[in-house]
């Protein structure tokens, strides 16, 4: 199984029946492939469609359904199309259960930054700013760290996405914990060790006392 893979694998443990969830652009939008249909799961992109789902298959894209970042998906029955009015109003409004987003760094206070790297152009913050705010629920799936550079920091370096504390991070190498305490470390990878999530982690970790590996199903 690739990095990725178990990433999206283990969120998808995170997505309860029958709630409407948005799926950020790269790493998380691979979480649909591993929520069963059965579960009644709706998912949202800001771009106007409630109702995604997964991938399709090779040679099988619609060139008019995409999802936010331009990705082709599929529809599940019953889903339908709005206008982005609609669409960030459902966002705004705190309609969303969970967002599931990707992240470039998060820091002690669980604060995340994803949006922006100085001196590199991009084409703005797109609904990041809004989902984390908005969502009941913020999950950050990401690698844990980037070319040998940590991205679970003692403070954010980058432009804050929001200064709302996120939910959970998840990494290949573990399961995080934000709280008023600090970064409670709930898992870790499948056989990882904890020296191997310090040595990639130059946030405090605090270990919690039930500490248990990742299952992945």
């Not at 893979?5 to 948005?22: F, H, M, T, W, Y």
């Not at 771009?47 to 970042?69: K, Q, S, V, Y």
């Not at 982005?84 to 459902?90: C, H, K, P, T």
């Not at 797109?126 to 799936?141: C, E, F, K, S, Y």
Request: hydrophobic share 45%; with cysteine.
């Amino acid at each position: 199984m690739d990095v990725k893979e178990l990433i999206a694998r283990r969120v998808a443990q995170e997505i309860k029946p029958g709630s409407l969830v948005n799926l950020g652009i790269g790493l998380p939008s691979l979480v649909a492939n591993f929520v069963p249909a059965s579960a009644g799961v709706y998912f949202q992109a800001e771009n106007g469609i409630i109702g995604l789902g997964a991938r399709p298959e090779e040679g099988m894209e619609d060139p008019h359904l995409t999802d936010a970042g331009g990705g082709h998906v599929t529809a599940v029955p019953g889903a339908a199309s709005i206008d982005s009015a609609m669409s960030f109003g459902l966002i705004r409004g705190g309609h969303l259960d969970v967002t599931v987003l990707g992240g470039l760094q998060v820091d002690e206070k669980g604060q995340l930054a994803n949006w922006k790297v100085p001196g590199k152009m991009v084409p703005g913050m797109g609904g990041a700013m809004d989902l984390v705010t908005g969502a009941a629920r913020v999950i950050v799936a990401m690698q844990h760290s980037a070319k040998g550079t940590a991205k679970i920091v003692p403070e954010c370096t980058l432009p804050l996405t929001s200064t709302r504390r996120v939910s959970l991070i998840i990494t290949e190498l573990a399961v995080i914990e934000p709280t008023d305490q600090g970064l409670i470390l709930r898992e870790t990878g499948p056989g990882v060790s904890l020296d191997e999530i310090r040595a990639q982690t130059t946030a405090s970790l605090i270990i919690a006392d039930d500490l248990v590996e990742m299952q992945l199903s």
